[in-house]
């Protein structure tokens, strides 16, 4: 029997026998930021403010065990066996708790379709709509998870602008005349409206009956990707897409991934019939069902009615978090940068400026042991390249503080380094609690959201006013 060599010592011609193999598809194929980001960040020396992870600290190990325990002895042969495509049951009655939890109500268990994880759906909507070449619409940035799945399908991916409320319908409109003109129809409209990963932002109501109207005008699906609904740490709750749209060209996405538990792999799609059918068939393709262990410990832990408990305790920790990383970023980040002000969810979105590139700004930053999303990783076209995805719901304040520190002061060596090769002025420490005002409408989104900056603007680091 032959050994295998271990992989980082394949030879140029062993890739090249592989290379001859691989199908077209994988030559478009990219690796999502942060899963590449993944191998470093579980170091246990690096502050990670990379991942996307819940902290399951939050979850009591005790009631794992008295779930488990309970599952064990009561069903556990159901537990262990296959269960239908769909989902069981009993999961689906979780489901439909969560949904009206958030204000969406009278969701048909029989349009739901329990997946391994959202990312599952992401996956499933593209295989059921995307030929090479077929139009996606997503926002920019979008969810660098989504990136890979778009690639690997060949999708040509628009995306569209948005601003501190989300998404610009105007724009999207715009687009959607344009390819119009160009005989294209976008196959969907994948959109994160609430607590945008990574962009911090929320579609605000104006938008979001806007956009369900648009949706219904030229009879587009819309996937409403919402794994964050429920983290809402101030203002009023907003109306899904999908109870605006009474689930007629709204597809939505749910997980129990960020409100119970990753681990447990489970999401959800809630999709009308002709869809539902298709994404069952999809899923059978994939993995004949997701696990009926996970779906009866979920359904366990949810009939012990704790779960909105739970839930608080998620919303206390990540609310006093986003807080201790608004407040080093204010004293650690200073002028140099933008950022935008979650009101819930687990990420918010920082801009430098244009002379900084956060993907070298990273190699950087993990030499001082601390991690971030590079913003290009949201953008299927380059751009973002100023920008960087922070979260705040897996490492302790403390190293949110210290990591935020050491970003900071890797921002600020690199002005200095600038200001000296240009020859221009740089403020010479950062301002503590001092956070740029938006110049107008305009700068705002430029602010928020990696646009282009204007001729002469006086805050950015480097201009000579
Ligand atoms: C916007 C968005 N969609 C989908 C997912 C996938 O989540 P999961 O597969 O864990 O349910 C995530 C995870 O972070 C996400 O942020």
């Given at each position: 029997m032959t050994t295998r060599p271990p992989t980082?010592?394949?030879?140029a011609r062993d890739l090249e026998r592989y290379a001859a193999l691989f199908s077209t598809r994988t030559k478009v194929m990219k690796s999502s930021a942060m899963r590449d980001l993944m191998a470093v960040i579980a170091r246990d020396d690096i502050i990670s403010l990379a991942g996307g992870a819940p902290d399951m600290t939050v979850f009591p190990a005790e009631v794992m065990a008295k779930v488990m325990s309970q599952l064990a002895a009561e069903q556990s042969a159901r537990a262990l066996q296959y269960g239908p495509t769909e989902g069981l049951e009993d999961v689906k009655e979780a489901i439909i708790e969560v949904m009206a939890a958030e204000?969406?109500?009278?969701?048909?268990?029989?349009d739901i379709l329990v997946t391994t994880g959202g990312q599952q759906v992401i996956d499933l909507f593209c295989r059921t709509l995307i030929d090479p070449g077929d139009v996606i619409i997503a926002e920019a940035?979008?969810?660098?998870?989504a990136v890979p799945c778009f690639g690997a399908y060949e999708a040509d991916v628009v995306q569209v602008e948005m601003d501190s409320d989300g998404m610009r319908i105007d724009e999207l409109e715009a687009v959607l005349d344009q390819l119009a003109r160009e005989n294209r129809r976008p196959k969907f409209i994948y959109t994160v409206p609430t607590f945008h990963n990574p962009a911090g932002v929320t579609m605000s109501l104006p938008r979001r009956k806007r956009l369900v109207e648009v949706a219904a005008e030229r009879e587009l699906l819309v996937l409403e990707d919402n794994p964050?609904?429920?983290?809402?740490?101030?203002?009023d709750p907003l109306p899904t897409l999908y109870s605006l749209d009474g689930g007629q060209f709204v597809v939505y996405l749910g997980t129990f991934?960020?409100?119970?538990?990753?681990?447990?792999?489970l999401g959800w799609a809630v999709a009308p019939g002709p869809v539902y059918h298709k994404l069952n068939i999809g899923k059978q393709a994939a993995d004949?069902?997701?696990s009926p262990l996970s779906q009866l410990f979920v359904s366990t832990y949810f009939r012990t009615g704790e779960w909105p408990q739970l839930l608080s305790a998620f919303k206390e920790r990540y609310h006093r978090r986003r807080d201790v990383m608004l407040d080093a970023l204010a004293e650690f980040f200073g002028p140099e940068a933008v950022w935008t002000h979650p009101q819930g969810g687990l990420f918010l979105w920082a801009t430098l400026p244009d002379f900084i590139d956060t993907t070298d700004l990273l190699a950087r930053a993990l030499e001082e042991n601390v991690a971030f999303v590079p913003g290009r990783g949201a953008y299927l076209d380059g751009r973002g390249g100023s920008s960087m995805r922070l979260n705040f719901s897996y490492v302790s304040d403390e190293d949110i503080r210290e990591g935020v520190r050491r970003i900071g002061a890797i921002v600020h060596e690199q002005v200095a380094l600038y200001g000296t090769l240009t020859g221009t002025v740089v403020p010479s420490s950062p301002v503590a609690d001092e956070r740029p005002a938006p110049g107008g409408p305009d700068q705002a989104l430029a602010d928020v959201l990696h646009l282009p900056r204007r001729a002469g603007d006086g805050r950015r680091a480097g201009s000579s006013e």
């Open positions: 980082g010592s394949r030879s204000g969406t109500i009278g969701v048909d268990p029989q940035p979008t969810y660098p998870g964050y609904g429920l983290l809402r740490y101030e203002g991934s960020k409100i119970f538990a990753a681990g447990v792999r004949l069902c997701s």
